[in-house]
Structure formats: structure tokens, C-alpha cells
């Protein structure tokens, strides 16, 4: 018996960049809605992005403990 594999390869002609982005910490700005960070690519490739950390993401604190049910 023979196996055919029907390998589907889709040829991508020079792909964008296409990387893991290294995003380094350019500025952050402290608003009330929490901390705006603007982190840039490391790796040269230009690209930006605009995280918010926000109150959001703040780790859980236990102010209240739960008594009983
Ligand atoms: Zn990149």
C-alpha cells in the first residue's frame, strides 16, 4: 500500500517581519485609569504598541476574607 501524504504547503513569499517582538519599556505615563506603558520592538523592526496597566490587572489582595458561605 502506498501512503500519499497530501502535505498542504502554502508558499509564503517573503513573510513581514515576522518575529517574536522584544518589546522593550519606552515611557510610561501614570493616569487615573492606571499605568499607560509604551513599549517599542527591540528587535528593529519598528513596531509600537501601547500596553495599559491597568487597575484591571492588579493583583488580587485579599482586603475581606470570606467567613462562612
Ligand atoms: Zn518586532
Redesign the pocket.
Known amino acids: 500500500m502506498m501512503h500519499t501524504d497530501t502535505t498542504q504547503t502554502f508558499s509564503h513569499p517573503q513573510q513581514t517581519?515576522t518575529?517574536e517582538?522584544?518589546w522593550m519599556l519606552e515611557s510610561a505615563h501614570n493616569t487615573s485609569d492606571g499605568m499607560v506603558l509604551y513599549v517599542r520592538?527591540g528587535?528593529g523592526?519598528g513596531?509600537r504598541r501601547i500596553d495599559r496597566q491597568g487597575l484591571i490587572e492588579t493583583p488580587p489582595s485579599a482586603v475581606s476574607k470570606v467567613v462562612g458561605g
Open positions: 517581519l518575529h517582538h522584544a520592538c528587535a523592526c513596531a
